[in-house]
């Protein structure tokens, strides 16, 4: 099964990109994955996956997961909101 802890982080993520007065796709063009890791709860190796996701429209790392909810959930979370934000 995934890590409960990464499921925890990827979770935190979606909430602090959802949180975000204003889309996480322009924090990234304007201050790549530093302006990124500034964010409450987005380390270097989140920072990285999101900005994949941003740019990109998907998470290489997880596709596939679903075995279990609380993957599905911790991907389409993090999925939804960051594109919605990328809009």
Known sequence: GENPDRVRAYRVAAETVRALPRPAADLLAEGGRRAL?????????LSVTL??????GHIPQLEGLGERPEDVLATV???FRALDDAE
Do not use: C, Q, W
């Open 37 to 45: 890791m500034d964010l409450p709860g987005i380390g270097d190796r």
């Open 51 to 56: 900005a994949g996701l941003l740019l990109t």
């Open 77 to 79: 979370e993090v999925r």
